[in-house]
């Protein structure tokens, strides 16, 4: 008998043709990571997309969390990031051949470049970053990773590792919620069939403290967190909460089983013409998504 409950999750196919699920649990260093939560989230909510980074500091920690679920590796979708620090053709492969070890696995999902700026003095930031997605490239070529991406990278670096490099990145993370939506970047993305992911969806705290929130959360019974991460999956971008506490674990997990009218499917390539929203329509929005 099986332990783990068969909770779907809508996922958003990669330009490769990998599928990511569109909701996944942060384990950020401030405060982000608990073993127990992360087992309880792959075998009671049904939770299949954990995210992590070397910077987080808990890689070895994560790997025996997700060995102890008892899910098969195939089954859970796993992204780490590159810190900057090891930014360069040799050091990129070395820093996540080593990070793949610390977690018990044979390859990444997605693996992500963390940061734009490389800090490297010995060349300009534009150079490391080229030189280090040659070496995701080669990653990614021998399927140590089956997909490669950035985090917190705007337009212009986008357009000149494109003129750089040869693989359009598969994903670009960057923080995302109501009060940062950076609707150019997005909107360039999905041109270049790149495909966005939000983290910090509940804007440091801020979507507890905001009155229109509220509200809405309380005419339709759910939790802030709960109508904020609803909103960033309506308008078709991977989602990534954070949480060491099991009932919120929870709660942000059935978000995922709360589907777009008239049936559709997030893989359909379905997406709201109201992402570009401004703060003043926020609540005209939310009502429409739960109506």
Not at 63 to 78: C, M, Q, T, Y
Not at 96 to 109: A, I, P, R, T
Not at 156 to 168: M, N, R, T
Request: proline content about 5%.
């Amino acid at each position: 008998m099986s332990l783990f409950p068969d909770l779907s999750c809508p996922k958003v196919s990669l330009s490769n043709g990998l599928q990511i699920p569109i909701l996944g649990l942060g384990t950020s260093y401030h405060g982000g990571y608990s073993h127990e939560a992360i087992v309880y989230a792959l075998t009671d909510c049904g939770m299949r997309h954990i995210d992590t980074a070397k910077r987080y500091g808990c890689e070895e920690n994560l790997g025996k969390a997700i060995k102890e679920s008892g899910l098969p590796r195939s089954d859970v979708w796993i992204t780490n990031k590159l810190w900057h620090a090891d930014y360069g053709y040799k050091s990129a492969k070395a820093a996540c051949l080593k990070s793949c070890s610390l977690m018990g696995v044979q390859y990444f999902d997605l693996y992500l470049m963390h940061w734009p700026e490389a800090q490297q003095p010995s060349c300009s930031n534009r150079e490391m970053r080229a030189e280090t997605w040659r070496s995701l490239e080669e990653l990614y070529e021998e399927g140590i990773c089956r997909s490669i991406g950035v985090s917190n990278f705007l337009i212009h670096h986008l357009e000149q590792l494109k003129e750089d490099c040869s693989v359009v990145p598969h994903v670009n993370q960057v923080e995302y919620h109501p009060f940062q939506q950076p609707n150019d970047l997005i909107e360039y993305c999905r041109k270049e069939g790149i495909v966005f992911e939000g983290y910090s969806p509940l804007a440091k705290g801020q979507v507890f403290k905001n009155p229109i929130v509220q509200q809405i959360a309380e005419k339709h019974k759910r939790t802030q967190a709960q109508i904020c991460i609803r909103w960033s999956i309506q308008n078709g971008v991977v989602t990534i909460p954070k949480s060491v506490k099991k009932n919120r674990i929870w709660e942000n997990c059935q978000t995922k089983l709360w589907g777009p009218p008239g049936g559709q499917k997030m893989d359909d390539g379905w997406i709201l013409h109201q992402n570009t929203i401004r703060l003043g329509l926020l609540e005209t929005f939310l009502e429409w998504c739960f109506t």
